[in-house]
T-cell receptor, first 108, second 113 residues
Framework: DAKTTQPNSMESNEEEPVHLPCNHSTISGTDYIHWYRQLPSQGPEYVIHGLTSNVNNRMASLAIAEDRKSSTLILHRATLRDAAVYYCIRHSNYQLIWGAGTKLIIKP | GAGVSQSPSNKVTEKGKDVELRCDPISGHTALYWYRQSLGQGLEFLIYFQGNSAPDKSGLPSDRFSAERTGGSVSTLTIQRTQQEDSAVYLC???????????FGPGTRLTVL
């Protein structure tokens, strides 16, 4: 059950878009791709999820590659409050399989 | 409350003591999960409950770890004879059903001296 792989950290300027990449080359056909984020000293917070099609919600957009081996979380206009660790996760049946996440740093 | 709650928020114990961690899921959520997070790491799955039964206990690190859920609601994670390597944040999550979005509590930070 291979975990997802993400960059350890990324920096972005406030009010600019952020693209957070994730590789999940061994994902099975029925596994959903979930994204959660975690602020310091808090539990993870759900961001978005998808299976094959691109998804949009009030927090972010999720672009999934056609072969499903990678995906990108898009924050359209980052704010200081978006600074967190972002986890790309395989949702296999009931289990969330977590990688190490990307620490997103937002520069004012 | 509206969200998942956990208690205590912090627990410091001595090596060899037993500890109990509590999770109150969102009302009406049938699925409940326990995870462990070591410093700077992603979450490690421990156990999953559907109602009061635990179909998957495969993530429990050793037989010192056990969990139960009563009344389809509150769950308790018990660690017996704690060791220093048990120090971590223990997170609980609940969801409506097993394939639904999981909502997390704030966690219990366990420190074993």
């Amino acid at each position: 059950d291979a975990k997802t792989t993400q960059p350890n950290s990324m920096e972005s300027n406030e009010e600019e878009p952020v693209h957070l990449p994730c590789n999940h080359s061994t994902i099975s056909g029925t596994d959903y791709i979930h994204w959660y984020r975690q602020l310091p000293s808090q539990g993870p917070e759900y961001v978005i999820h998808g299976l094959t099609s691109n998804v949009n919600n009030r927090m972010a957009s999720l672009a999934i590659a056609e072969d499903r081996k990678s995906s990108t979380l898009i924050l359209h206009r980052a704010t200081l409050r978006d600074a967190a660790v972002y986890y790309c996760i395989r949702h296999s049946n009931y289990q969330l399989i977590w990688g190490a996440g990307t620490k997103l740093i937002i520069k004012p | 409350g509206a969200g998942v709650s956990q208690s205590p928020s912090n627990k410091v114990t001595e090596k060899g003591k037993d500890v109990e961690l509590r999770c109150d899921p969102i009302s009406g959520h049938t699925a409940l999960y326990w995870y462990r997070q070591s410093l700077g790491q992603g979450l490690e799955f421990l156990i999953y409950f559907q109602g009061n039964s635990a179909p998957d206990k495969s993530g429990l690190p050793s037989d010192r770890f056990s969990a139960e859920r009563t009344g389809g609601s509150v769950s308790t994670l018990t660690i017996q004879r704690t060791q220093q390597e048990d120090s971590a944040v223990y997170l609980c999550a609940s969801s409506l059903g097993q394939k639904d979005t999981q909502y997390f509590g704030p966690g219990t930070r366990l420190t074993v001296l």
